[in-house]
């Protein structure tokens, strides 16, 4: 019974097109995130919901847009995508913001 | 930028070695956590460290903590081929950063 998943694992998919990445947590965590691995491994927060209400918007472009329909759920829209937009993008939850991230399996992103 | 560098980046041992793996950050924090991540897996959480204490232990793995040098060192002792993966540390900042920030991590291959 996995704790946090998302979906897809893998997308391919060509420039200019629009995508969804979604993650659902079964923890009861108030407090979800999703982070962008590039390449060199380097993390970087995007965004973290607190109880569906957005506390971070860490300089994503607008092409980006998460929403959180309940609690349990954050999910991401990426359009207009771009080749720099390849990477690993993980959602994580936590009961306490910023404490004990539990991570999902990751969504390898591949734009050609 | 705050974000915390490990050190070495990458460490290869044979089994029954101990490992030891240093980060440092650049400011003040509230907590310092460690995590592993598998080859294509996300992240899992090993320990997290407050500011106020300056060692913990979980199983074989022990972290300490100088806030005075903003340094952390996470040691695994007798490592077995099941630890080969990356570790990275992570702080959380305090003086409203209110998000995570990743160090690069440091790659360990234990060979049988």
């Known amino acids: 019974d996995t704790a946090v998943s998302q979906t897809p694992k893998y997308l391919v998919t060509q420039m200019g097109n629009d995508k969804s990445i979604k993650c659902e947590q079964n923890?009861?965590?108030?407090?979800m995130y999703w982070y962008k691995q590039d390449s060199k491994k380097f993390l970087k927060i995007m965004f973290s919901y607190n109880n569906k209400e957005l506390i971070i918007n860490e300089t994503v472009p607008n092409r980006f847009s998460p929403k959180s329909p309940d609690k349990a759920h954050l999910n991401l829209h990426i359009n207009s995508l771009e080749l720099g937009d390849s990477a690993v993008y993980f959602c994580?939850?936590?009961?306490?913001?910023?404490?004990?991230?539990?991570f999902g399996s990751g969504t390898q992103l591949s734009v050609l | 930028s705050q974000q915390g560098e490990e050190d070495p980046q990458a460490l290869s041992i044979q089994e029954g070695e101990n490992a030891t793996m240093n980060c440092s950050y650049k400011t003040s924090i509230n907590n310092l956590q460690w995590y592993r991540q598998n080859s294509g897996r996300g992240l899992v959480h090993l320990i997290l460290i407050r500011s106020n204490e300056r060692e913990k232990h979980s199983g074989r793995l022990r972290v300490t903590l100088d806030t005075s040098k903003k340094s952390s060192s996470l040691l695994i002792t007798a490592s077995r081929a099941a630890d080969t993966a990356s570790y990275f540390c992570?702080?959380?900042?305090?003086?409203?950063?209110?998000?995570?920030?990743f160090g690069a991590g440091t790659r360990l291959a234990v060979h049988p």
């Open positions: 992570a702080t959380d900042a305090s003086g409203g950063y209110n998000k995570l920030i």
């Open positions: 994580a939850s936590s009961q306490v913001r910023n404490e004990k991230l539990f």
């Open positions: 923890l009861g965590h108030d407090t």
